[in-house]
């Protein structure tokens, strides 16, 4: 049998960032023929529903070859709680008739040579999916998986004792897309001044009082996009790049994968809270639609829109009514064609579900407080804080949210967004209470770009934001009600090394002597961008920098970058490091000009700088505050917002959310 479909292929094709993963395999969370999803070691929140697959694995040929590829189609599995008697899986969560079996097959390349020989390995598969199931009981669970007469494979689940009270009444998650304990300090040294080494004025971040670090591995890599690991953090469930809300399996269809229940989803089922996403980018993508979405495919990004409104077609799932605040770019899957869901006009969709719809930031601030909102400001990521402040030109581009060609000027920031959102969120969440998640995006975009000062721009942006929300919630008397975590889903290899002069870096005729412009150590400077621009006030207010274009500049890099140019001042121009020649990236002459040439480390397909390994920084305040204290995984920050947000429900509360709220659930809160 020809294989249906190409594994390797689509996961290239997925991201370019993943092109580069050159460590192959068959299938990351399953060494051996037979397939437990979820996989060995994965820890459960009580009650927290989610889906089961099985799969056996017969290679037809390369180096594991097996049974001339046919796979047991009479595989058994069972399931065992504390050491006790194996009953089998439709037994024991009460599924009244055995699921149907399903076949396909995938290939996959063993290595760099088969793929430039082109001889992939293929793989034939038996398989069975139990949906919907969930565990009450906190406790170790052995999963066992019997095949090919005698072969076993075993899982074991940790369901964890978590609370049942609610500790914090609402939740706003704060997450600074790609952020590192690097970038919060060159930030603090953009907008803060210091005399003779003492800060006159901190970041809001400075004022937190646990911090906390997080690790941020995929479940079968170490290096993570935003879609696990934002599923991580949503859902205590790591998984694979590109995949959110489900562990991913080997099948062809993206939306069949094991899903894992969302806290949004719980909250919702559990409480009837309200919640809301606001974010930096369009929707669509990765750290907001974690929330709602479900699918192995992140670039599903019409599907997954539809999900967030609807819930996940096909299959009997948990959903919410939709979000009650909902803000951030991406007309592209809202405008009716090519980009939305069956091309239909999301704005139309959400507002027959009785939404606001604002395409600007006069009508977003106008929007009623009672109604459900729904906010689309331009067609992709929203322009960066730089370029909305200091460098306004760059939007005239055609970016209207209602696809017509003409700018988008009227344009919310991430503050008047997150602060819209809390006033409809508490508005509506009532006494069960809101979660918020509130993403700066481009902090993570800009890197990628290597142009470290729109990333440090947005960064402080958030910062902003973070001070002006607590302010807010003092005014609305919920401060001590709500817990505030800030946190990133990875990070990038950045740091500052010193400061560069450069008046005397554009004097000089060649690129070695360039170099020279840098200061380390004592010659390093102070911040510059603290002090007054002459003629210049950019009316951005305290928190952020004076001046933007200093002549000495902080001299910064990124671990991870392909072959550019580098000069570390602003650009007039969002950047651009590489221009693509034949699939392959090179500097772009035009980027940097008066820069010198910095060599890549990156493989040469690579035009963007990528994640790194780094742990990340979690700070949080208010009522649970002291449970983020250390190093834990990125699923444990979801444990312990669900603790505080006593979503550990060992029974199954739909039915009584259901009375609670009327039949259209979540009625109560209006
Ligand atoms: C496996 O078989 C397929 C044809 O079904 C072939 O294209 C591929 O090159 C083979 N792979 C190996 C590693 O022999
Ligand atoms: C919870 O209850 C709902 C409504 O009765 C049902 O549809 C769902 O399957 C149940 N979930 C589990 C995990 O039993
Ligand atoms: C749901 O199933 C139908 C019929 O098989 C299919 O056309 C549709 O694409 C599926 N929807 C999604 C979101 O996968
Ligand atoms: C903002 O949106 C409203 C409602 O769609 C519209 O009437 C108004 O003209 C828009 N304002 C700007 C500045 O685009
Ligand atoms: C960058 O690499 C090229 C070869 O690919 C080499 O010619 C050039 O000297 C290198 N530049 C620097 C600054 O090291």
New binding site residues.
């Given amino acids: 049998m020809l294989p249906r479909l190409d594994l390797a292929a689509v996961w290239l094709a997925a991201t370019a960032s993943v092109a580069s993963a050159q460590t192959y395999r068959r299938f990351g969370t399953c060494p051996s023929l037979g397939c437990v999803i979820p996989p060995d070691q994965q820890d459960f929140l009580p009650g927290q529903e989610f889906d089961i697959r099985f799969e056996v694995h017969a290679p037809k040929n390369g180096s594991e070859a097996f049974n001339n590829g046919v796979p047991d189609e009479k595989f058994t599995a069972t399931i065992s709680k504390d050491g006790g008697r194996p009953r089998s899986i439709a037994d024991f969560f009460k599924i009244r008739s055995e699921p149907s079996l399903e076949k396909w097959t995938f290939s996959w390349f063993e290595d760099l040579f088969a793929e430039d020989a082109k001889t992939p390995s293929v793989v034939n598969v038996a398989s069975k999916a139990y949906r919907r199931v969930a565990l009450y009981e906190p406790g170790t669970y052995t999963v066992t998986l019997n095949y090919f007469s005698g072969k076993k494979t075993t899982a074991e689940w940790t369901v964890r004792p978590l609370a049942t009270k609610k500790k914090a009444k609402n939740v706003i998650f704060f997450i600074g897309d790609g952020m590192t304990t690097n970038m919060i300090t060159a930030a603090r040294l953009l907008a803060h001044k210091t005399v003779n080494g003492k800060y006159q004025t901190l970041l809001s971040l400075d004022d937190f009082p646990v911090l906390g670090h997080q690790m941020t591995h995929s479940i079968d890599t170490f290096i993570t996009d935003s879609a696990n690991s934002a599923s991580a953090l949503y859902t205590g469930h790591k998984s694979t790049v590109n995949a959110l809300g489900v562990y991913a399996d080997t099948s062809p269809d993206p939306q069949d994968d094991p899903k894992v229940e969302t806290i949004v989803e719980m909250l919702f089922r559990i409480w009837g809270s309200a919640w809301g996403a606001v974010s930096t980018a369009f929707i669509a993508d990765a750290t907001p639609i974690a929330l709602s979405g479900h699918s192995r495919l992140r670039s599903q990004y019409g599907v997954l829109i539809d999900q967030t409104l609807n819930g996940v077609q096909n299959y009997s799932w948990t959903k919410t009514d939709g979000p009650d605040a909902y803000f951030g770019g991406g007309a592209d899957q809202f405008i009716a064609g090519p980009g939305s869901y069956q091309g239909k006009d999301y704005y139309a969709e959400f507002a027959k579900k009785g939404y606001s719809v604002s395409l600007n930031k006069t009508s977003l601030l106008s929007a009623p407080n009672d109604k459900k909102a729904l906010g689309i400001f331009c067609k992709n990521n929203l322009p960066v804080w730089i370029d909305r402040h200091i460098f306004p030109e760059n939007l005239e581009i055609n970016n209207d949210p209602t696809g017509a060609a003409k700018p988008a000027k009227d344009l919310p920031g991430l503050k008047e967004m997150t602060l819209k959102a809390v006033d409809i969120l508490h508005n509506r969440g009532g006494k069960e209470g809101f979660f918020l998640m509130s993403e700066a995006a481009s902090i993570d975009k800009q890197m990628h770009a290597l142009d470290y000062d729109r990333a440090l721009g947005d960064l402080l942006e958030m910062d902003d934001t973070i001070r002006a929300t607590i302010e807010k919630l003092k005014k609305l008397r919920i401060l001590d009600d709500t817990l505030i975590v800030v946190s990133a889903d990875h990070g990038h290899g950045f740091d500052v090394f010193g400061s560069s002069d450069t008046k005397y870096a554009e004097a000089q005729e060649d690129?070695r002597s360039k170099r020279n412009a840098i200061g380390v150590y004592q010659n390093s400077g102070l911040s510059q961008y603290t002090e007054p621009k002459p003629g210049v006030s950019y009316g951005t207010g305290a928190n952020f920098p004076m001046n933007w274009d200093p002549r000495y500049v902080l001299a910064a890099g990124v671990g991870a970058a392909p072959?550019r140019r580098e000069d570390f001042g602003i650009g007039a121009t969002p950047r651009a490091p590489t221009t693509s020649r034949g699939g392959e990236a090179y500097v772009n002459d035009k980027d940097r000009p008066n820069g010198?040439?910095?060599?890549g480390t990156l493989p040469t397909s690579e035009s963007q700088g990528v994640h790194s390994l780094t742990d990340v920084p979690v700070y949080a305040r208010g009522p649970c505050q002291e449970t983020f204290g250390g190093t834990y995984s990125n699923i444990d920050v979801f444990y312990k917002i669900a603790n505080c947000l006593g979503l550990a429900h060992g029974r199954n509360v739909t039915e009584g959310a259901g009375k609670r709220h009327g039949k259209g659930k979540g009625k109560g809160r209006d």
């Fill in positions: 690129e072959d010198f040439v910095v060599n």
